[in-house]
C-alpha cells in the first residue's frame, strides 16, 4: 500500500485496501478494477470518482451472476446484449436468482444486437448483484455491457 506525496499532503492512497483516512483519494489497485474512489460520506462506502462507468461480461452461456455488482448509488442507464452465435436464446435478467426484474424471457435472436434504455436506480446502500438465467441456452454465447451512471442523490 503506496501513498502518493503531492508535496506538503498524501491526498491519494494506493492499494488494494481501502484507507483508513477517508478524507484521502483511492485508487484501488484490485485486480480488474484500477479507478479512483472516493468516500461518500452519507452513505460511508467507497464510490467511483468517475461520474459513468460500464458493467461488462462477455461470453456468457449458462446461467451466472455478473462477476461485478452494479454499486451502490448508481442508475443503470442502458444496457446492451450481444448473441455471438447463431443460435437464437430466450434470457431474463434480474437482481435475484431466477429473478426477471430487468428483462423478462427476451428472445436475443441468433446473431443479434439488443439494446435497452432502463434508467434505473437499485440502492443507494448496498451493492447489487446481476444475475442471467435462461432455460434452455441452446449453445448461445452472449456478451452483456451495463452502462451506469452515478446518481445525483449522493
Known sequence: MAQKNLGIVKAIHVGTTEPTNTNML???????????KYYNQVLSIWM???????????GIVAN??????ILAGFIVVAFEI???????VT?????????DDILSGYEISASAYENFSLG???SLSVDSDIYVHSTNWNSA?????FKVEQSGLI
Open 26 to 36: 483511492w485508487f484501488d489497485s484490485n485486480t480488474g478494477i484500477n479507478k479512483h
Open 48 to 58: 467511483y470518482l468517475s461520474g459513468v462507468d460500464r458493467v461488462t461480461q462477455s
Open 64 to 69: 451466472t451472476t455478473l462477476d461485478d455488482p
Open 82 to 88: 450481444l448473441n455471438n452465435t447463431a443460435n437464437a
Open 91 to 99: 434470457i431474463s435478467i434480474g437482481t435475484s436468482v431466477g429473478g
Open 120 to 122: 434505473e436506480l437499485f
Open 141 to 145: 454465447d452472449l456478451d452483456i455491457s
